[in-house]
């Protein structure tokens, strides 16, 4: 894309490189040589200003650098010469090139004379025009082999805002095209929405590592209004999972505002995230929930297979949006306590807290500690830490964690309680029992009977009483 001039001093400028490693593909560097245009949306192909038909290398008289093609398209490198690039038509590939394009590139102007299959499709966007909402037409686009050896087709998959506007298939393209033979895409356009909307048709093969892209231009007519769209587009399944919420995309594919009145859920499940953000949508605006099982109180039926709906109600008085909602059966929980610890004696008026036990969960999902509580007067439970079981919380496979009672005796002697756990699923009882002892305080009088000891109920007592008062002297009498 230069005149000879400049290619004569480009190549005089080459000296100045150290020669560098070219790895790359050199069918798929003929590719982007040839097709620049289409496979980069550049306004002209390298091939139409390095065109000199006697020189196998069209025109290029330097050796496979990357560095050249890289200065050349980019400008700012070192030399008189390469200083004053990008030069002229070679700026329209700023943007479009990157650095895997420039490998290949280079590969292929050190092996014009390449043997390879040649994907090429003959025009690089389609314009399918306007017809009304529902209504479908199809449309047929060449794909064509330029080069030597067949290949074979891999994917076709459309992105992009307006992807629910189109279908594609092979069409009578076989399952491998020939060096020379041409078939034919076809592309369905059945618009959602009155407004212009664009996609894109990747499409993936096993020949040069250079990908095909179809860009698809297409619009709606009717009375607009606003679509709206979820992702995963099918039933959410959320399996066997008990803490882990699916996360539920929506967005209004369409010109349309979007406003939602009413969140509607049939079935164990509950809808968290977002919801306010998501009551009100612009055009191509979105937004995400969470979608999650509803266990109330470990209810028995979470054990069954569940199924239930989210239905989602436009406030426009439009037709409601059903999104099915599904979860595997779930076997009942399995916990057990161990690591039993005794509580300490404890005086009247103290307080003792400590980990009494260690709860664990032996089963292959998680568990929900539905209900956690104590009966006995003197005790308290008590969650300091994460570590510390907690009622409302989940406790995963293969975790165990803390049970902390705080003991604060009001009576002496032997107390106990009964710690009360409720789990989910399956509504399983784990019941736990806990004994202390409370002891008097220091201060307590001690009485000891049967006259030993010197109670004051004793006879001894007394008469050593009137003892102490007939020895003392009489003035202190």
């Known amino acids: 894309m230069k005149p000879l001039w400049a290619l004569a001093a480009w190549a005089m400028a080459g000296a100045a490189f150290a020669q560098s490693a070219t790895p790359g593909d050199a069918a798929a560097g003929r590719m982007l040589y040839r097709d620049t245009p289409l496979l980069r949306g550049s306004l002209q192909a390298c091939v139409q200003c390095h065109s000199n038909p006697l020189n196998q290398r069209r025109g290029i008289t330097l050796d496979d650098q990357q560095d050249h093609i890289r200065c050349a398209i980019q400008g700012g490198c070192g030399g008189a010469v390469l200083a004053v690039y990008p030069y002229g038509a070679m700026a329209q590939f700023q943007g479009l090139v990157n650095g895997s394009d420039i490998q290949h590139l280079a590969r292929y102007i050190r092996e014009p004379q390449v043997q390879a299959a040649w994907p090429r499709l003959r025009t690089a966007r389609l314009e399918v025009g306007s017809r009304p909402l529902g209504q479908t037409e199809q449309f047929a686009v060449q794909l064509e082999n330029h080069g030597e050896l067949p290949f074979a087709l891999r994917k076709l998959s459309l992105q992009g805002l307006g992807a629910a506007d189109y279908a594609a298939t092979a069409g009578d393209c076989p399952a491998s095209l020939a060096a ?205 830490s994460a570590d510390h079981c907690q009622e409302g919380r989940p406790l995963a496979a293969g975790a165990s964690c803390l049970l902390r009672l705080r003991f604060v005796p009001t009576l002496t002697g032997e107390q106990g309680t009964q710690v009360q756990l409720l789990a989910a699923p399956g509504a399983v009882s784990l019941p736990l029992a806990v004994a202390a002892r409370a002891l008097p305080t220091v201060a307590d009088p001690v009485l000891v009977e049967g006259g030993r000891g010197g109670g004051a109920s004793s006879p001894g007592f007394w008469l050593g009483l009137l003892l102490l008062i007939a020895l003392l002297p009489r003035r202190l009498r």
């Open 180 to 384: 020379g033979a041409q078939c034919s895409l076809q592309i369905t356009h059945r618009p959602q929405c009155a407004v212009e909307r664009s996609a894109r048709l990747e499409i993936s093969h096993d020949g040069p590592p250079v990908g095909l892209n179809l860009r698809l231009q297409g619009r709606g007519a009717g009375l607009e209004r606003p679509e709206l769209q979820t992702e995963p587009s099918g039933p959410i399944d959320l399996g066997a999972a008990l803490d882990s919420p699916s996360p539920l995309q929506l967005r209004n594919g369409c010109g349309a505002s979007l406003s939602v009145s009413q969140w509607r859920v049939d079935g164990p499940f509950v809808v968290q995230g977002d919801v306010k953000r998501c009551q009100a949508l612009g055009a191509a605006q979105s937004c995400e929930l969470q979608v999650s099982r509803r266990l109330d109180g470990g209810a028995p039926e979470a054990l069954l297979p569940s199924q239930g709906a989210l239905w989602i109600v436009p406030a426009d008085g439009g037709p409601e949006q059903r999104v099915a909602l599904q979860a595997a059966a779930l076997p009942p929980a399995a916990l057990r306590w161990s690591s039993l610890q005794s509580v300490p004696e404890t005086r009247l008026g103290g307080s003792q807290a400590l980990d009494v036990a260690r709860l664990e969960n032996t089963g292959a999902q998680s568990a929900w500690l539905s209900q956690l509580r104590s009966n006995g007067a003197a005790f308290t439970l008590e969650s300091p």
